[in-house]
């Protein structure tokens, strides 16, 4: 019941900072796209340390004050670090930490 991209989010669109992932009708289904969305992958290059990033998944039966809210069925990656949940009756947000060592040749 919390989302990660409030404010940050762009309807059915992409911000600087948040990736529309398409629509979906299960949060598992959000975060099968969110592991698979190519632009994550150059993110996780030449890291060090622990780097997460999040999904937030606006389910179907989403309403917003009492009625359907255009954001249902929407998923949403957020590729930078951010991480201010904030409350939001019905969606859902995960987040996915990798550890990172430096390579020494």
């Known amino acids: 019941n919390v ?6 989010a762009r309807h059915r669109g992409n911000s600087a ?15 099968a796209a969110f592991r698979n969305f190519s ?19 606006f389910p179907p039966t989403h309403e ?16 930078n670090e951010n991480w201010a949940p904030k409350e939001n009756t019905g969606s859902v947000t995960g987040r996915i930490c990798m550890i990172h060592k430096q390579v020494l040749s």
């Open 64 to 79: 917003r004050r009492g009625s359907a809210s255009k954001w249902a069925g929407q998923c949403y990656g957020v590729i």
């Open 17 to 31: 900072s948040v990736k529309f992932l398409g629509e979906y009708d299960t949060h598992e289904e959000c975060d």
């Open 3 to 8: 989302s990660n991209v409030d404010g940050a």
């Open 39 to 57: 632009a994550f992958s150059p993110l996780w290059n030449d890291l060090e340390g622990i780097q997460c990033r999040s999904f937030t998944f």
